[in-house]
Nanobody, 128 residues
């Protein structure tokens, strides 16, 4: 059974740091691009960061550039990480991990395959 399981979310004060993880299992994900999206209450899900299958390239939303770092470990099953620094209240959201064979830039946003795998999400709350 294919699973993406996020962990590491929680409550942190503004200016603090947090790392969320995504453990992928059930198939080989070393050739998949990994991405993080987030969804705040009342808002649409938005792209946060992505890393290519080889970890050769990373991409970030403008709102998190310089504060967030995406990484991955393909040693055993693939695990993706999102290290978040200088957190702001506006970073409060449910953070979702995704795995996709293709990662496309549409000109305004990054899009995953329609059949991308998604996790259930982990809540990150930043208090002011």
């Amino acid at each position: 059974q294919v699973q993406l399981v996020e962990s590491g979310g929680g409550l942190v004060q503004a200016g603090g740091s947090l790392r969320v993880s995504c453990a992928a299992s059930g198939r080989t994900f070393s050739s998949y691009h990994m991405a993080w999206f987030r969804q705040a209450p009342g808002k649409e899900r938005e792209f946060v960061a992505a890393i290519t299958w080889s970890a050769g390239n990373t991409y970030y939303a403008d709102s998190v550039k310089g504060r967030f770092t995406i990484s991955r470990d393909n040693t055993n099953n693939t695990t993706a990480y999102l290290q978040m620094h200088s957190l702001k209240p506006e970073d409060t959201a449910v953070y979702y991990c995704a795995a996709s064979e293709r990662l496309r830039w549409t000109g305004t946003n990054y899009r995953l395959d329609d059949d991308a795998y998604w996790g259930q999400g982990t809540q990150v709350t930043v208090s002011s």
